[in-house]
Antibody
């Protein structure tokens, strides 16, 4: 079965960087992209961007450009989200989700990773 | 950028039908996807491409999309349907995915 397993929670201070991983299994890794979505405490869902696991092409939300990188390791069937220059308002649960082509639905989700940023 | 609007809350009695809406200019020309998120859990896809349903989702869940309004309909509402529901579209203008603000469904 399709599974997306994310790395554990992180606690960071303002200005630091964080990396969240998302290991995929149960399907041909390179045939589906991965979308990242975050959810601040008590808030709605926010799309962060998408990475093509076949050619590493990315689409990044405009408000996060310059601070976010999304990369893939095909041999490890793992996608990474890097977020730099962390601020307290980056505190959120970060989800990865499978998205075939960057325009479709998000049909399977990881369990979420809580990133807490303190000032 | 494209804006998608959902009512913050909807309440329905068990066994009744809940209609959750997602409004946007000419949203009928876009593909709308719906997610259910129970407290403390990751979202789950319940409807994709306006009205298609993943195999594991009960037939009680259905979707439609026309004009300026997309609708998720849950018939025979059960206690376990109590959750937040989000609609999502792709905005070709900004090349971004857009989520609605979410609707909290309360089962009375």
């Amino acid at each position: 079965q399709v599974q997306l397993v994310q790395s554990g929670g992180e606690v960071k201070t303002s200005g630091a960087s964080v990396t969240v991983s998302c290991k995929a299994s149960g399907y041909p890794f390179n045939r589906y992209g991965i979308t990242w979505v975050r959810q601040a405490p008590g808030q709605g869902l926010e799309w962060m961007g998408w990475v093509n696991t076949d050619n590493a092409e990315t689409k990044i939300a405009q408000k996060l450009q310059g601070r976010v990188a999304m990369t893939t390791d095909t041999s490890a069937t793992t996608v990474y989200l890097d977020l730099r220059s962390l601020r307290p308002d980056d505190t959120a649960v970060y989800y990865c989700a499978r998205d075939k082509d960057g325009y479709s639905d998000f049909d399977h989700w990881g369990q979420g990773t809580l990133v807490t940023v303190s000032s | 950028s494209y804006v998608v609007t959902q009512p913050p809350s909807v309440s329905v009695a068990p066994g009744k039908t809940a209609s959750l809406t997602c409004g946007g200019t000419d949203i009928g020309r876009k593909n709308v996807h719906w997610y259910q998120q129970r407290p403390g859990q990751a979202p789950v896809l319940v409807i994709y491409f306006d009205s298609d349903r993943p195999l594991e989702i009960p037939e009680r869940f259905s979707g439609s999309n026309f004009g300026n309004l997309a609708t998720l309909t849950i018939s025979g509402v059960e206690d376990g349907d109590e959750a937040d529901y989000y609609c999502q579209v792709w905005d070709s203008g900004t090349n971004h995915a857009i989520f609605g603000g979410g609707t909290k469904l309360t089962v009375l």
